[in-house]
């Protein structure tokens, strides 16, 4: 694990990209799965997800560094583990600010650092198709990346001396495009954005193939609630 203030660095330390990964406490992460998850496996597969996530970000060769935004020390502790910086939640107020913080955390060591701000929630996560929309995305000031639906987001890139000005939630895609963000266009790039919010997602997430922590916690005997799907 990293100390406090160490940059996460990958095998690929010339990357161009910080991203920035927000991770709510566990106990109140992914609330929308609680049916098809149970109360129990909700928190761990919301780690899982980061997990998952944040290896595939570091075996990137795009990307040069990590760091996690969370004030759950269990997350903290487990995503330092894989390489990633954690970053205290200072605001506290919302997503949106845990995004512009990580941001400014990650420019206040290296100002002149291309940052983009990634999901957690992305257990499917392929290395080579990040590095495609990471290479799109630098032909531009801010970028994003639309979500499977096309109404949200899972990817916003700020080119350096960028602010990042994050607008996640709900219909962010919409909110992104008004601000002046390009749309990233790219074929082929289904697991960076297939974002787990519900079941179905979910589903759609396994049948992209996901990461092994997801797919260990998902299959472990008896950890699902009754009527859960395999």
Not at 59 to 88: I, M, Y
Not at 108 to 118: C, G, K
Not at 151 to 161: E, K, R
Not at 167 to 184: N, Y
Request: overall charge positive.
């Amino acid at each position: 694990m990293r100390k406090d203030g160490e940059l996460a660095t990958n095998t690929h330390p010339t990357g161009p990209w910080s991203l920035v990964v927000p991770l709510k406490p566990l106990v109140r992460a992914k609330s929308r799965l609680a049916r098809a998850a149970g109360p129990g496996l909700r928190p761990r597969l919301a780690l899982a997800f980061a997990q998952d996530t944040v290896a595939a970000a570091l075996a990137c060769p795009a990307v040069r560094d990590v760091a996690v935004v969370t004030d759950d020390p269990v997350a903290a502790l487990t995503l330092g583990a894989l390489g990633a910086r954690t970053v205290p939640d200072g605001p506290a107020a919302g997503l949106n600010a845990a995004l512009a913080h990580g941001a400014g955390a990650v420019r206040a060591r290296r100002p002149d650092a291309a940052v983009a701000a990634l999901n957690a929630d992305l257990p499917a996560l392929r290395p080579a198709e990040l590095s495609r929309v990471l290479e799109a995305a630098g032909k531009y000031p801010r970028a994003f990346l639309p979500d499977a639906a096309g109404i949200g987001t899972t990817l916003l890139s700020a080119a350096p001396g960028v602010e990042l000005r994050p607008a996640f939630g709900g219909a962010s895609r919409r909110r992104h495009l008004l601000s002046g963000a390009v749309e990233i266009l790219v074929d082929g790039v289904a697991s960076v954005r297939r974002d787990v919010d519900t079941g179905e997602d979910l589903q759609a997430a396994l049948a992209l193939g996901v990461g092994p922590r997801t797919a260990e916690h998902w299959a472990a005997p008896g950890t699902r609630p009754a009527g859960g799907r395999a």
